[in-house]
């Protein structure tokens, strides 16, 4: 297991099958950048919602520069996960993109002028 990666359950026991699901989704969001200092994913069971909104997943990626965080509900602890996962990812390569286009925004570099093309 990495320890970049550090899971735990709220008002639920988090088996070891579960545990290993939330590593193994959670191992895709460091392919992105190796920059990500830490993920603290967390998965809550409240049973007084409604059944489709039983399971809370929550995370927060630590990167340098502002953190990433977000959060996944359904019926089903796994499903949370995984559109836990799904969103990060997205916000990820988001995060990627944007950093890229205003690094080569042509904006942001020098005229002509300095280059010898007056």
């Known amino acids: 297991m990495n320890d970049k990666i550090h899971v735990r359950g709220i008002h639920v026991t988090l088996t070891p099958a579960l545990t290993q699901a939330m590593h193994e989704k959670a191992e895709r969001l460091l392919r992105h950048n190796s920059h990500i200092v ?9 049973d007084v919602k409604t059944p489709e909104q039983r399971f809370t997943a929550k995370a927060q ?9 977000a959060s996944a509900t ?12 799904d969103k990060l990812d997205k916000l990820l390569r988001e995060r990627h993109a ?14 002509d002028v300095l280059h010898g093309k007056a």
């Open 61 to 69: 990626v630590e990167i340098d520069g502002p953190d990433l965080v």
């Open 38 to 46: 830490r993920i603290r994913m967390d998965l809550e069971f409240s």
């Open 74 to 85: 359904s019926e089903d602890g796994y499903k949370s996960v995984d559109l836990l996962v």
């Open 98 to 111: 944007k950093r890229v286009h205003t690094r080569n925004d042509d904006r942001r570099q020098a005229p």
